[in-house]
């Protein structure tokens, strides 16, 4: 049975919430699908995503990912604003420091085994950069090595409509300087990829 999970950084409480307002603020009239909310589709960083075989353990997994580097209490991302990703999405883009290329290259070694690329499938990839069609044709997910896109998902709407969102983000909404992470967690992917359903969470350094 095939099952599509994903790997996260989870914003501290704080910024959960600061995540979901925002989304709310810069939506305006429109909602923007999925609505995030502090107890269902958390706001998180995906550090990966994909169909998985029985053979994953996601405990087991995401202690050995976790396990992999010396990661600190509290991981802080520079935030370089909303943005419009092709095709209708609204992110809250961030910075890509080396520990967190080193993080998704722990998981990608550790999941690798575990992917069932039968479950893959075909995409329209027409508007991916090289490298992200790279990425997704090697691992089924648009973001990773070269082409990681650290980033809080805001939400997805039809394309003018996202477009017109970001245009007006800036006065509707104001984007905290620095973003805080001290969880990861394994998930179970939703409307959009989102964060549905969390199926275990490990503190960044749990000593």
């Known amino acids: 049975m095939t099952r599509w999970l994903g790997i996260a950084l989870l914003p501290s409480a704080e910024h959960v919430h600061r995540a979901i307002r925002m989304q709310q603020e810069i ?33 087991t997994e995401l202690e050995k990912i976790g396990g992999a580097l010396a990661l600190p209490k509290e991981l802080r ?20 420091p080396p520990l967190l290329e080193r993080l998704q290259a722990a998981a990608l070694d550790a999941l690798d085994a575990h992917l069932d690329r039968q479950a893959i499938g075909t995409k329209d990839t027409s508007r991916f950069s090289e490298s992200e069609r790279a990425s997704f044709a090697r691992y089924g997910y648009r973001y990773t090595g070269d082409a990681y896109a650290p980033h809080i998902t805001l939400g997805r709407a039809e394309e003018q409509i996202a477009q017109e969102v970001v245009r007006h983000a ?18 179970v992917m939703g409307e959009h990829g989102a964060h549905a359903q969390t199926l275990t969470e490990r503190a960044l350094d749990p000593a």
């Open 170 to 187: 800036p006065r509707r909404t104001s984007v905290p300087a620095q973003w805080a992470f001290d969880r990861l967690s394994f998930y």
């Open 27 to 59: 939506g305006g009239d429109h909602a923007l699908r999925p609505g995030l909310t502090a107890d269902g589709n958390l706001p998180h960083v995906t550090v990966f995503q994909g169909p998985f075989t029985d053979s994953l353990d996601p405990e």
């Open 77 to 96: 991302l520079a935030a370089s604003g909303i943005v419009y990703q092709p095709t209708g999405w609204i992110f809250l883009a961030l910075e890509r």
